[in-house]
């Protein structure tokens, strides 16, 4: 007899299920006690994220704390970057630092295609480990960042406010920009190939700061990449779910369904029944409870499911946060979320 998949991936597929499932953006990381201990013992990021000890240790952290029903790698959208020829920290307090942005055409032209097997065996071995431990009881989740998200990274240097650096070439020299994409477009379309081919039963994209862009040039700067990393992986890997998720992405849903994704993820600045009723029926959705409400009472996080998974009852739904946990939230309000998610059918009734 063959066990049933996991429950995430058989709601990623669209098939019946017994109740949404339970994930959490950023579900191990500094809100929680085992993470920050951990960290004190390795204070570098890159260390935590690239050492594959490290990092399946600290994927797992949430697994044996709430049991969520899906696992995700604990890795970061820059990881890949050394392996094209650019080198990234993340600095404690201030995030990411890009040693020599990207300006310039000759920059653009030095990167390499990413071969994740020879510079990133770490997230295969790490991968397949969650694989195994994991079985049915949740699915593995392999992330990206989508390339012009990564480009702001790249390109800008550090987090940004105003994205005036990238936006400056976009808007003064578009060619390069494209380029610079258009690579990135390839590579992660590669590591994406190499995640699932490692163990990844879903995927997610993060174009985190295509939020940023006017509708128009989301067309020109984003969308095209998207669904170029998704044309690429779904030509390969045609039944792995593929999620999508932008942080402002009410303005641009319309255009999020048309780049082939599986499962939207939105952020809480859309109402779910009115973010669903913009999307076609084959579209699933991610989310889309405020991270904020993790700083309040268990009652009100309940509440809030229950609200959310009611809206969203009779489609494909993952119940998630609208964005990443805050560092400094009450790890118990984090058990609250998962526990409310999970039993949310015996507060609302399963018709
Ligand atoms: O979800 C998970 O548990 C997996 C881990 C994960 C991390 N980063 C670990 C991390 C994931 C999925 C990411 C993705 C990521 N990284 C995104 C897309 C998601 C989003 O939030 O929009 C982005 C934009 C980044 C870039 C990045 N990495 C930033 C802006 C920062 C600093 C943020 C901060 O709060 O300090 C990071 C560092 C980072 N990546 C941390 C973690 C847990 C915090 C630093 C630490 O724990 O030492």
Do not use: C
């Not at 650096?165 to 590591?191: C, G, N, Q, R």
């Not at 991610?286 to 959310?308: M, S």
């Amino acid at each position: 007899m063959t066990e049933a998949a996991p429950l995430l991936l058989r709601a990623a597929r669209g098939e019946q299920v017994e109740r949404p499932p339970v994930w959490m953006m950023r579900q191990a990381g500094r809100y929680m006690k085992v993470y920050r201990d951990l960290r004190d013992r390795h204070p570098g990021f890159r260390e935590r994220s690239e050492n594959p000890d490290l990092s399946y240790e600290i994927s797992m952290q949430p697994f044996h704390a709430f049991k969520p029903d899906g696992v995700i790698l604990f890795s970061d959208i820059l990881t890949p970057l050394p392996g094209m020829g650019i080198n990234f920290d993340i600095i404690e307090s201030q995030g990411p630092l890009i040693q020599d942005p990207i300006r310039n055409l000759a920059q653009v032209e030095a990167l390499r295609a990413l071969e994740p097997a020879e510079s990133m065996p770490f997230v295969g071995e790490v991968l397949t480990r969650l694989r195994q431990s994991v079985g049915n009881e949740a699915a593995v989740l392999g992330f990206v960042g989508a390339p012009w998200t990564l480009a702001a990274y790249v390109v800008e240097g550090k987090s940004s406010k105003n994205y005036a650096v990238i936006k400056a070439m976009a808007f003064k020299e578009p060619e390069l920009l494209h380029k610079l994409l258009d690579h990135f477009a390839e590579s992660i379309a590669t590591y994406l190939r190499f995640q699932i081919d490692s163990g990844a039963q879903v995927v997610q994209m993060f174009d985190s700061w295509a939020g940023q862009l006017s509708p128009m040039d989301y067309d020109s700067f984003a969308a095209p990449y998207q669904k170029k990393v998704v044309d690429l992986v779904k030509q390969t890997h045609p039944d792995t779910p593929f999620i999508l998720y932008i942080s402002g992405s009410a303005g641009v849903l319309e255009r999020m369904a048309g780049t082939g994704v599986d499962i939207i993820s939105l952020d809480w600045t859309v109402d779910m029944a009115e973010g669903l009723a913009r999307l076609p029926e084959h579209i699933g959705v991610q989310g889309n409870v405020d991270p904020g409400l993790l700083f309040g009472t268990p009652a009100a996080i309940q509440a809030r499911i229950d609200d959310t998974v009611r809206k969203a009852r009779g489609r494909k739904h993952i119940l998630n946060l609208g964005h990443g946990i805050l560092p400094g939230t009450p790890e118990e309000n984090g058990r609250a979320f998962f526990e409310a998610g999970k039993s949310v059918m015996e507060r609302i009734g399963a018709a």
